[in-house]
């Protein structure tokens, strides 16, 4: 069933001279299938493919996105076991998170296709002329979103499915009438090509443009490279490092026609645990082991970094959160590549002057697994150490004590942008300690109440993104339909004929959508 | 009245050894006020005086940022007869377009008062919590936006009100929450400072933080490159050219935290003149004649560049249009440097190999006044020359003849970004040419009917932007009420207690906006 080809739009392609392997880290061995990078060639054929079917693609309805979005959905399930066990040779993954991450894939999909199938989401606003104002008569403008063009997406090491593939930026992208040209991650690989060849069917069974959709494998980074310089390539979605994602940012802003990457990196997910909220709330220390152990670590919403006021509750919370997580079972990462970043980070970190290390799996793990750590510092250690501010991608944590509530708040006001923030709190402890939770709402894009970071629901009002180097640009999400926004710009017709308006702005309104009609949200024809 | 100085914060500062006049461009001398340069010291303390403000004003409710936003409005109104003096004699612009761009200021800093006082435009979204849900309960999220922080304004040259001090930028930026620091334009200095004067003084009747506004003098570039250094600084607006603009993108993409650009560069603004419209309207030369000529020609929508098809018609179209713009007086431009990179990019247009001049109006003017200008090339020519496809900021325009209907679709495809696109059409023509109605969709912001692109109207449904160059970032607009979404962020709280929301995601509605409430928009309470 594999190929180990590139998808050129709906032909397999096979032309490049790179081959490479994908590996199975709970075996510890490489998986049979050989893989093809794609050459220059193949690469500026799909671009150009892609900007070929975008000329009809920008105009297929939302009713007709919806079809094709959901053939998808169906392609993806009918993948059935073999993509689930493809997903789990590739990742060591076990086959229940395959199968929930799968779900939320589909319903990612479905979501798009409900949103643009109704299609209110184009915003559209219409203010009519007035012939006879004075001292020049005031035209009628009617506005709207389009697609910006064809969009490169980045997939994700740690979500196969969900932030790949068919993920989150291929939905929204293709929901928003833009054509997709995936970099396939070079860990799933063979995961990516069963994605790809289901969204290929998609293509061919509701009748979409050849070129809609691309498929690309790539060893390293060059493919990617190519795809971002590109001159027909018009947005960019990424997940990933901070490394990788900078770099694909500069790249983009260098062109000579820079075009906007969201790119959705690194995050180390402050928690602050209040006076109170210590005292009272025995179930803390297990709560944070688990979600910090939680999928291994490899979570962009792992909580990195617990912060708190010097107390004997503090002392008391990290001798317990040390007891608590050693006696998880230590579980494999995604790759060997991804084990010894994690071993060499974790190793750096605790190595700095003035870190403890409180806990320590210490017993012999197999290949690839990941024992769990935390350590501990004072405030003024993790004030001046910027090597302590940054992410180790696994199931890390260090538990920063400040010396007072003034050093806390200077510890929050000086972090690098957030994905999260977290505020562990008895009742009246948030409007007593409001400058804390104000620094902190400066520096993320969410905040949880007495919760834990990892787990980020799919529905409209999630943002995944936040200040830099959370995401390159904190003014949108890479989660929830509102993701369809980085792929669109409005557009104005000024005094364009009724009948030669997209449906969305003529007067009679025919799809019955949701519009603001000189400054009035209304379905209502215009008279 | 005038004192020379900056704005820092409340407080007028004058420390700086740069010295600096602005000049009238009719009287052709230098006016006699003397204008000091911000020093960096002073530079920084606008900016970290600003970012002491945010913290205060970043939770000022919408009705007091309205009633701020309205009193700048009252202010300016009251500098009354001096602040059109004053615009006069640094521009050489009439009293008319003085009073107009001032009254077009103040509907833009109502328009913003009336949205935020309303509330609605935060976009709030509600998604409650399902504690039954399986296999994982679901969390309360509720999101809306917050301000970025501070904001720095360029303003633009040629509306010296409109789009500078008190303009669009700070009017959207003041309205989303964000404290503004303006890199004041050094040729009208005086008129930045009289609109700063009155700002301040809304600043002190209406109670808010001092350094929500500071007004930076500047005589080159220093100030400005400064400024979008600055750490505190979180995003940019400009209004201006291509190289300026692009400078400061680069800058800011290459800081260690990139920050949003919104920079309104040029445009050449293309119209299609199709074959049946230039045989049925009669009127085109004339229309065309006085729009090239507007206001010396300085409009960001200015028309550079007609396109056509060969034809008898069009023949007669370019010289009759050359008669028609020849007959209209000369007018003086806003300074002598505007006037001599004029002359220069005009003289290096008409240079180009195989462009013929139709027009030119060949009588002696006075200093600083602009002769306009309209030229021929066939389609061939202009494909080949990008120098053809630069903005000549003046009464410039070319005319292109193309073979046949295949290289006009080429030339629009091949088109850089533009704010605007005008097709110019009789009745049918816009299906019959549907290939090239869509190429220049592609190209630009907005598409203008039968009509011309100078007139931006000020409303909802506007859109000035535009693929670049036409602005940094095409998803947004720096004209009508959706400005305001350049300076802010989407922001999700999750399991927040009731309470502690902001007033416009509480259970209650207690400021009655619309918000969607499990995917409908409503203004209900939540019971």
């Known amino acids: 069933m594999l190929t180990g080809k590139n998808y050129i739009g709906n032909k397999l392609s096979g032309e490049g001279n790179i081959f490479f392997k ?7 061995e490489e998986n049979n299938q050989v893989f093809v990078e794609a050459s220059t060639k193949e690469i500026d054929e799909a671009v150009m493919l892609s900007a070929q079917a975008f000329k009809q693609y920008r105009n297929i309805s939302g009713k007709d996105k919806a079809a094709f979005l959901n053939a998808i959905a169906d392609e993806t399930l009918a993948l059935d076991d073999k993509l689930i066990q493809t997903y789990c040779s590739e990742t060591g993954l076990p086959e229940a998170r395959a199968i929930g991450e799968r779900g939320r894939t589909i319903f990612q999909l479905r979501s798009f296709a409900d949103l643009v199938a109704e299609g209110s989401w184009v915003d559209a606003s219409i203010d009519t002329e007035n012939p006879d104002r004075l001292p020049l008569p005031k035209p009628d403008l009617r506005k709207m979103t389009i697609p910006l063009g064809p969009v490169v997406v980045f997939g994700a090491s740690n979500f196969p ?3 790949s593939t068919a993920g ?3 939905a929204s992208a293709l929901a928003a009438g833009c054509p997709v040209i995936v970099k396939s991650h070079p860990m799933h690989a063979g995961t990516g090509e069963l994605v790809a060849s289901a969204i290929i069917k998609a293509v061919q069974k509701t009748g979409m443009p050849n070129g809609v959709f ?6 390293g980074i060059d493919v990617g490279i190519q795809l971002v310089k590109h001159s027909e390539v018009k947005a960019i979605g990424f997940t990933g490092s901070i490394r990788g994602g900078r770099a694909l940012f500069d790249l983009a802003a260098q062109r000579k026609e820079p075009i906007p990457v969201f790119a959705e990196m690194g995050s180390i997910n ?4 209040l006076p109170q909220a210590l005292k009272e709330n025995k179930n803390l220390p297990k709560l944070y082991a688990d979600s910090i152990t939680l999928g291994t670590g490899q979570f962009c919403t792992n909580p990195g970094l617990l912060l708190g006021v010097k107390s004997d509750e503090l002392t008391e919370f990290v001798k317990r959160l040390g007891e608590e997580i050693v006696q998880i079972e230590p579980s494999v990462m995604l790759h060997p590549n991804i084990a010894k970043a994690y071993h060499e980070n974790e190793n750096n970190a605790v190595a700095q002057s003035d870190v403890n290390v409180v806990a320590n799996y210490t017993n012999n793990v197999k290949s690839n697994f990941a024992k769990q750590v935390v350590a501990t510092a004072l405030g003024k250690t993790f004030l001046k150490n910027p090597v302590l501010h940054q992410e180790v991608f696994g199931p890390y944590s ?3 004590a400040c010396e007072d509530v003034e050093e806390l708040e200077a510890i929050i006001s000086n972090l690098e942008g957030q994905l999260t923030g977290t505020i562990m709190a008895a009742e009246k402890e948030v409007t007593e300690y409001i400058n804390i939770v104000e620094a902190l709402q400066n520096r993320v894009g969410r905040i949880i109440y007495n919760g834990v970071p990892t787990g980020v629901e799919v529905c409209p009002s999630m943002v995944h993104g936040g200040p830099y180097p959370a995401s390159t640009d904190s003014r949108f999400t890479a989660v929830g339909i509102n993701a369809i926004k980085r792929w669109v710009r409005p557009f104005s017709y000024q005094n364009w004929p009724n009948e030669l308006l997209p449906d969305e702005l003529k007067d009679e309104n025919p799809i019955q959508i949701i519009r603001e009609v000189n400054g009035k949200k209304t379905t209502n024809e215009i008279k």
């Open 270 to 273: 402050p928690v602050v645990l």
């Open 168 to 170: 989150g930026d291929t």
């Open 22 to 28: 994908t590996f199975n880290p709970l075996l510890n």
């Open 398 to 400: 260090l538990v920063v």
């Open 214 to 219: 691309s498929n690309l494998n790539s060893s």
């Open 161 to 163: 499915l969900a932030y």
